[in-house]
């Protein structure tokens, strides 16, 4: 047989079958692929394929489109649900051209009225991937575009405690909210990782899953748990977020509940509400221009998060032209109000235990939640102009935090206090529990007259106070540091002067009270304070407390103690000037923090009483002698007091850096 008979018959053999399937198209329709197509998926992945209706194809070359009605696929014998797809109408288009490389594209897919059920189990299965032990990420049909008409979308995910069902249907969008046309509204509602979860919005017609450069439409108004979200704009791939560019608006009870949400370790914080614009690039999201309140605190800048690195990274600028210093105690771990409630906790009963009673507390005691350090690191710039700090005269805030390897560290701690600074370093180190803590506080230049602006009424207290707190202690909240730290307290006055009557009412002269009262009080020159204390688990031991002027040295010795917030202080005054009618009395400062207690030695007070009366009875002049402080104290040797307390202050300065001391 020649060439070209074999070529004719073979053409003609093909344009035959061409011809004959044609016919048996015209007249039996596309239905004849239902069986195949149910036999290659059950093969395939082990799940049953249903075609309960008609199909039709359409030749558009190299996207044709298959259309199927009545079309359910299984799920997995694991999964909840027992079918993983099912819809009235399913149309397809799929990529001949990948096909041929084997591989399965669906550019488009259109659903009318479907159910779907996602779900991913404890053990890593996921339903949508379809190799038969759904564990391989290869085996997966890729869709470009999904429309959904009228459906209900589930997910499930056991490990992340997320289960959610979403009512979504086709509308008419009303311009304003989105271009105006058919879009989608939907509704939902569950749980996201374990808090109750509702949303509703709208969005566009078409879900654009990998179009990269498509924004998506959305609106939408989230709640999860007590945390309350708008959002407003346009999310490019919705399975990837590659870009995102919305406004939102985010309100909640404490900003410590967004780590579920967002894996970011923020700080418990009272009530907050901010408004800002919303971008996300690559693996780059960014809170720019927000604003709000935390509390009755104002605040403003921008958050930046980079995730992708081990952990997220975030990095934010932070203003506030008024913060209210009470809103910041919860992020130390101060209950709110903790502090107004001890100062009016009654007083502790006579001869009751030295322990102080928990609701009498000052010390923040809320225990840091150190676990979540570790997933977050950042840095923190706040800077706050004005203050308000229940009477205490702070001024403006400067502070840098820094969270790196679960360690926590504020350097610097710049604040205005009086007209004067405190400035420090604070370091926590959350990698051991209980958390080692490390400060250094520097005060400098403190006026007095503006600490205590009501003794005196401004005029019984002038001059600056410097000092230097070096402290190291361990636990999981601020009280329980200082209940275990160890180091140095000094605290220095100089070049000021003060009340004379306020000191004589000191060294309980009855008599210089009495004159003082009728001719009017008078300033004296305050020649030196100072007080040092040795710090020992907790125990603060005065070394030296000394407060000299002119007419009177008062010194003191005792303790306090942090860990019970106790006072057992005694002043002993030393008069410079015969006094004709003084008690002379030690002065105790007992009680706790929250109520301290100022008392005389009632013993000693008797006792002179006593012996006044006694000697009265023998000669009315000699009941004064009881009654006579003769003095003369001496002047304290400021000058090397001063000099002790710089020395020490320089000491604590050129410490090693608690950061790197570890």
Known sequence: MSVFRIFKWTVG????????????????????????????????????????????VNFYWPLPHIQASDVSFANPPWAREKQMITAETVVITFDALQLLRQQIVFPEVRLQRPVIFLEKNAGGQKNWLLDRSQKNEAARIQIGRLTLDHGMLGYDDAVRKISIRSEISSSNVPSGTQPAGVGLTFTAQGLYKGLPFKAQGSGGPVLALRDVKTPYPLTADLFVGRTVAKVEGTITSLLKFSALDM?????????????????????????????????????????????????????????????????????????SSLLDFSDLGPVIGARSGSVQDAMEAEPLPPQTTSVTPARARMLPEMPFKILRWGHTDAEVSLKAKKIYANKLPLEDLDTHLSMRDSVLTLDPLDFGLAGG???????????????????????????????????????????????????????????????????????????????????EQAGLHLWEMLELNVTGDRLI????????????????????????????????????????????????????????????????????FARPDISIDKGRVALRTIGALALGLVNPFLALIPLIDAGPGSDSDCEQLVRDARAFSRSSNTKTDPRTSK
């Not at 919303?278 to 980079?306: M, N, P």
């Not at 209980?434 to 602006?453: T, W």
């Not at 605290?491 to 000021?496: A, R, S, Y």
């Open 247 to 319: 406004q939102l608006t985010l309100r909640g009870e404490t900003l410590a509940e967004l780590f579920p949400l967002f894996g970011i370790a923020f700080p418990e914080t009272r009530a907050y509400t901010t408004q800002g614009h919303l971008v996300r690039a690559e693996k780059t999201w960014r809170y720019e221009g927000f604003s709000g309140r935390v509390g009755r605190s104002d605040i403003a800048g921008s958050i930046q998060v980079d995730s992708g690195g081990k952990r997220p990274a975030m990095k934010a600028d932070l203003v």
């Open 525 to 592: 020159k305050l020649r030196c304070g100072v007080a040092n204390f040795d710090v020992n688990e907790g125990t603060m031991h005065a070394d030296t407390l000394v407060f000299d002027t002119e007419v009177t040295t008062i010194i003191g010795t005792g303790n306090v103690d942090l860990a019970q917030e106790r006072l057992d202080l005694t002043l002993n005054q030393k008069t410079k000037n015969t006094s004709p009618l003084a008690l002379r009395s030690p002065i105790h400062v007992r009680g706790s």
């Open 13 to 56: 053999a093909i344009l035959m079958a061409g011809f004959l399937t044609a016919i048996y198209i015209a007249f039996f329709g596309w239905n004849w692929l239902r069986e195949p197509i149910e036999r290659i998926t059950f093969d395939k992945t082990g799940r049953e394929l249903r075609i309960g209706g008609d199909i039709k």
């Open 421 to 503: 600074h405190l400035n420090g370093v604070i370091s926590l180190d959350g990698r051991t529990d209980p958390i080692q803590a490390d400060a250094r506080i520097k005060a400098k230049n403190i006026l007095l007259e503006k600490l205590f602006p009501k003794v005196g009424k401004n005029k019984a207290n002038i001059g600056k106070i410097n000092g230097t707190f070096d402290l190291a202690g361990t636990g999981n909240s601020v009280r329980r540091m200082l209940a275990t730290s160890s180091g140095k307290v000094g605290l220095v006055v100089t070049n000021g002067v003060i009340s004379q009557l306020m000191m």
